[in-house]
């Protein structure tokens, strides 16, 4: 077919192009040979009770960068440049998106209000503390020339939770309400972000006034609808167009491409809209798999559960492997080569301000979303340490904002802003190493596994069962009972279901998603109002066990 | 998580890129919004016994074009700039190891000489007639200055059968002896193309000696034999690595992320050793699917087989829809706008020498293939018209091709190279669409239903068994017979099956692949040696119907 033809031709039509041509063919092959091996011992380590992935590939990387740095003389330690675009456009949609896929949705709904005071009002109060404290002592300590953007700048991009990595450190299935917490709080204020980062930009922060403040706060609320409603739309009309185009036919690649297609779609829309991507793919991903993802063939099915799974795997440990072997560009690290002690100084309070910051929010947030909580729901105090601890951690996201802010196409030559840099990849490569390892050990040594369970299940269905049951009359799976019986409950009954609003709330949805969502979109929930459709009918069938969302 | 903020950071502290970044979004925008619009456009034609979804995306990206061409006032026509990159890293790697990965290996291997042959001296004969051609017919045309390099590089570009066209027109369940013959010259043929290449390069081709010849047939050998061991041996690896190590654990992401990774790094290393990147991961894939395929758990050998199907077709049609946006550039159609009839007269004459080149070597090598085969294996007059009307369409490979050697970074300055490029188009054009409209109805012409069928019988597993029945004494699957009663057969029966030769080659490959490549890469095969594993035993019970490989 004559393709190496091209890449022979422009290899010999234009040798100084060549050269670099090639060195990236080879840089290409020992990525994908790293990120194989990164496969392989991650799984050989997988019994391990300390390593994860992640780690594993971030050890990868920087041994690489060692091996890179010495072979070529100190001049050079990594394979790429660090491209943002890579990071934004390609290699973080399809983690957010898999999340949102694979999310157990009863959890993350019941504690929504949870997740989002502490995604926007505990962003909002550590990015307060750490830019405060960075000006403040950075000021005192001769650290280059930065000014107040810098240091706002430095709050903004330390003030937020890392999702990859919490992905990879707390487990979904072990401890369902921390999942949800700290992941959901890193989705939500992604939107955060947005907002502060223009507050920045366009208001005096020095002397804020309330109208200003309720602007700030309007616009938060602003773009959390819109990014959440754009997802929710992107997601529902994927359902659509496959229910109504695809109806009991077997186009499986037609199924699979459109729902990645459309998934794309939302997170490139929400970038031309100034939205806040995270927020919608994540959200697309909840309603493809509330709907979508029952209306395509049982073959579709595994395919995109275990693909998308397999593309969010690559892309983390891409990330990992990557931040790794970028940690030692020998450019930045140069700069403060005459300076040691005061760069582990700047790393050190930068440490200390993130771990203070996430404090001031975490406990005093928890203590108000408790009063709101009947006393099974309530965030025990291991759990507010863990929740504080597993947040703790900084990564990709964190460093390709630091190369934004303060290099020019990856490459610096002020010292405040090198500082800055080595200072961040310092705060990542810390907090993921060692609150990464500690993570583990400490959530079986604060919540061991009988009291893990239980505190599990006062946060699984079993805790509204406890609720219902009664009102009931009988022991059969309470969720079933809403659906089936929903319309024949018993008036008394009201009374105790209005006492827990996040039931009463969950009840009404189903009904509405029962009476005017399914039978347009489709989902579980779809097939007995058809019952003389074969197809769908033995599709239903084939799903041996209903995931618990 | 603060992602939005890196690009938010990115848009407002650099306006000039700001605004070339927001386009970008906004063409990414359109582009996957299209690309979806190809998949539902083609799901609603599917009926259609004209159209294919290749043309579907053709289509569309010609009326995107012209609608981008109107409203930004003739200046400008695509979305983005014909990378080559794109084309050789990303697309079509996924293509051709879907290729391999879903092909009929048994139909492969039986018509393997005859793809080698095609691929191999028709290409050669293609080549030298349509670069003489164009050198006696284009000098007397004035067409601008092109030297012998130019004419021997159109020779090379237009050559090539395009795999990725004949994959859409050609099916393999109804044509399989068609398919297997068309697509399979098309990857032999990149081998070709890389030896043609370096004999332009170091040769001096009008006077070429016996010696030389032989130099260039050893060439064409030694990278034969090495793209394919390297895409075998990586294949091999993989099913080795995955038997080794994830035997009867259920890690599905990582054993399809350590698929896709080994058969991406094989292309590479094939780029890496200047070898054909075309044949290594085509081998690669037909290795993966006789054994790495079977090693791994059910749930994975669905999402494989869906999800590499799936990133073949978006690839396709990201390719189709991409080419025909690109085909209206403003910048190459003004250098002809002035001659219009010569533009015509070009692209006329190429087209010409395409089919005199194809049909110079399809007619005669069919003839001598068939010298070698029996009365039920010869290819009749109709199916040499189809293989040559088949093999005409120029795709995306030439488009990239004839930039590559024609521009410079995507522009070109000179008449002659301008003509070129537009003809090139024009042709892949009229070829894609002429030719790939009247393949379907064609098929049906020379080929109905009832012989088609009987044509497909002759060169389908009935064939052999009407040799091996009789040696076998009774009508069970022969192929079966020969796995399991292998070592038991007749000695008298030997004599036939020296006397045809590819079941011969098959019965020895089927006793060594028993004896000692399924013991040690696993495999179909693979589970009787192991009776106690429960593991792959129910695995492999969960297979209802075994695929014709």
Redesign the interface.
């Known amino acids: 077919?004559?393709?190496?033809?091209?890449?022979?031709?422009?290899k010999?039509?234009n040798s100084t192009l060549a050269t670099s041509e090639y060195d990236s063919?080879?840089n290409?092959?020992i990525f994908?040979?790293l990120?194989?091996a990164c496969?392989?011992i991650?799984?050989?380590l997988?019994e391990s009770r300390w390593m994860n992935e992640s780690i594993t590939a971030l050890v990868i990387g920087l041994c690489t960068g060692a091996i890179i740095l010495l072979t070529s003389g100190g001049t050079n330690s990594h394979l790429f440049v660090f491209s943002?675009d890579l990071?934004?456009?390609y290699l973080?949609p399809p983690i957010i998106f898999n999340a949102g896929f694979q999310v157990k949705k009863k959890q993350f709904f019941r504690n929504f209000m949870t997740i989002v005071l502490f995604g926007a009002v505990g962003t909002a109060i550590s990015f307060t503390i750490i830019s405060f404290g960075a000006i403040n002592i950075f000021k005192r300590m001769n650290v280059g020339s930065l000014d107040l953007g810098d240091f706002l700048?430095i709050g903004?991009?330390l003030?937020?939770?890392?999702?990859v990595c919490t992905l990879q450190v707390l487990n979904q299935d072990e401890t369902p309400l921390l999942y949800s917490l700290v992941f959901g709080e890193?989705?939500v204020?992604?939107a955060t972000?947005?907002v502060?980062?223009?507050a920045v930009?366009n208001f005096d922060l020095s002397r804020i006034t309330t109208s200003e403040a309720f602007n700030l706060i309007g616009n938060f609320f602003y773009l959390f609808v819109t990014s959440t409603f754009l997802g929710v739309g992107a997601g529902l009309l994927s359902a659509y167009?496959i229910k109504r185009?695809?109806f009991g036919r077997h186009?499986?690649?037609?199924e699979?491409?459109?729902m990645?297609?459309?998934a794309?779609?939302s997170y490139?829309?929400a970038?031309?809209f100034?939205?806040?991507?995270?927020l919608t793919v994540f959200f697309c991903g909840i309603v493809m798999s509330h709907y979508t993802w029952h209306n395509v063939t049982e073959?579709?099915r595994?395919?995109t559960?275990?693909?998308f799974?397999?593309l969010s795997?690559?892309s983390e440990?891409f990330i990992f492997l990557y931040v790794g072997m970028d940690a030692l560009d020998i450019e930045k690290w140069s700069f403060v080569q005459d300076s040691p002690g005061k760069s582990v100084g700047v790393s050190s309070i930068l440490l200390g301000l993130v771990m203070v910051g996430r404090a001031c929010f975490v406990f005093p947030l928890s203590y108000l979303s408790n009063l709101t909580k009947n006393r099974h729901e309530k965030i025990t105090g291991a759990q507010q340490v863990l929740i504080w601890w597993a947040g703790l951690m900084r990564g990709a996201?964190?460093m390709?904002?630091a190369y934004?802010?303060f290099t020019r196409s990856g490459h610096t030559k002020l010292r405040g802003n090198a500082i800055m840099i080595t200072s961040t990849i310092t705060v990542v490569l810390f907090s993921t190493v060692v609150f990464g390892l500690m993570t583990k050990p400490l959530v079986r040594l604060l919540l061991p596994p009988s009291k893990n369970m239980s505190r599990m299940a006062s946060s699984e269905p079993t805790s509204p069962k406890s609720f219902i049951v009664p009102l009931l009359g009988n022991g059969r799976d309470p969720e079933a009972e809403l659906i089936q019986n929903g319309s024949a409950l018993c008036p008394s009954s009201l009374r105790v279901l209005l006492s827990t609003p996040s039931h009463t709330v969950h009840y009404y949805w189903r009904k509405f998603d029962d009476a005017i969502m399914r039978p347009v979109f489709g989902g579980r929930g779809f097939v007995p109002y058809f019952p003389g459709t074969p197809t769908e009918q033995s599709d239903h069938n084939l799903i041996p066990k209903e995931d618990n969302n």
Chains 1, 2 share one sequence.
């Not at 003030?159 to 999702?163: E, F, I, K, P, V």
């Not at 186009?251 to 037609?254: E, F, G, I, L, Q």
């Open positions: 077919m004559g393709a190496d033809l091209g890449l022979l031709i422009g010999m039509s063919v080879v290409m092959n994908v040979a990120l194989c496969i392989v991650g799984h050989l997988e943002e990071f934004f456009i973080l700048a903004a991009i003030s937020a939770t890392d999702s890193g989705v204020n992604d972000s947005v502060i980062f223009n930009q167009v185009l695809y186009s499986t690649d037609r699979v491409a459109i990645i297609l459309m794309y779609l490139m829309l970038e031309l100034y939205l806040s991507g995270i073959k579709s595994v395919t559960k275990h693909a799974a397999t795997f690559i440990l996201v964190s390709a904002l934004n802010q």
